[in-house]
């Protein structure tokens, strides 16, 4: 799960929409047709009198057999400059994980997608920004996030939720012992994972510091005497590498200069979801 965010063209947004919304209205009527079935209950032959209905359907109004307008066009292919990157160009993506762009550039005070491209409380699906704008803040970001120092950060502390009584490391040996039994299930692809017992990193970590803080807390059990609200945690500072995220804004800023480029910027927007 995460924000995914892509381009599109539209050659008249609002005969596409409007097509597509009579499409998906006489789609789901369709598939109805059968009193309330659920689909995995209906049989090969009713799912396919259903699927072809809507082909003709979608077909008598100009769409594809899909039901999608062949005037709106997704965008995307790979960055000229780093053609092997997860982001495209007329793509961006941003998990929820700690590793997600708009994660990390937060936990570094910078600005994520939802700040350079000024989404604010807008909750259209599709959307466009204001395209030189955005570019500006791009542009300052890549600058800013270039004069980080590659490193991360995250806490670790008790789980407000946890069964306490469970927990296996009391001390020091019984931490290791408990270490050496994760250890032989690490696999050669794991990144890293927390359980009930602690975080593990089967790759390693190299770690700078280890701090003791406070972080908000959700139950007042878990708060401190004189502190409403917060519960002790250890931060851990760790190096990190900020070159696969700068070369992400840099194709963000290559989206942008394409949209810039067109002769009828005003036709293009995003699909932006999650």
């Not at 961006?92 to 994980?97: A, L």
């Not at 204001?130 to 490193?151: G, H, T």
């Not at 490391?169 to 050496?180: K, P, V």
Request: glycine share 8%; charged share 30%.
């Amino acid at each position: 799960m995460g924000l995914d965010v892509y381009l599109y063209r539209y050659e008249n947004r609002e005969k596409t929409e409007k097509l597509e919304a009579e499409y998906e209205k006489v789609s789901e009527s369709n598939w109805e047709i059968f009193d309330g079935k659920k689909y995995d209950s209906l049989t090969d032959a009713e799912k396919d009198l259903v699927r072809q209905k809507n082909k003709e359907f979608a077909l008598s109004l100009g769409l594809s057999e899909n039901g999608d307008d062949p005037d709106k066009k997704g965008i995307e292919f790979v960055s000229s400059r780093f053609p092997d990157h997860y982001f495209k160009v007329g793509y961006f993506r941003s998990s929820y994980n700690g590793g997600g762009i708009n994660r990390i550039m937060g936990n570094l005070g910078l600005p994520g997608l939802y700040e350079i491209f000024d989404r604010g409380d807008d909750e259209d699906y599709i959307w466009a920004p204001d395209w030189e704008a955005s570019r500006v803040r791009a542009l300052d970001a890549i600058v800013k996030l270039k004069a980080k120092p590659n490193l991360r950060c995250f806490e670790v502390s008790l789980n407000e939720l946890s069964d306490t009584s469970k927990f296996e490391a009391i001390n020091e040996e019984t931490a290791l012992e408990l270490f050496e039994e994760q250890s032989k299930r690490f696999r050669d692809d794991d990144d890293g994972y927390s359980n009930l017992q602690g975080h593990f990193f089967p790759k390693g970590l190299k770690v700078f510091g280890l701090i003791t803080g406070l972080k908000q807390t959700l139950f007042s059990k878990m708060s401190l005497p004189g502190v409403p609200d917060q519960s002790p945690c250890t931060y851990v500072i760790m190096e990190g590498e900020n070159e696969w995220y700068v070369n992400a804004l840099e194709i963000v800023v290559e989206t942008i200069d394409y949209v810039l480029t067109q002769p009828d910027k005003e036709k293009y927007f995003f699909h932006w979801s999650g």
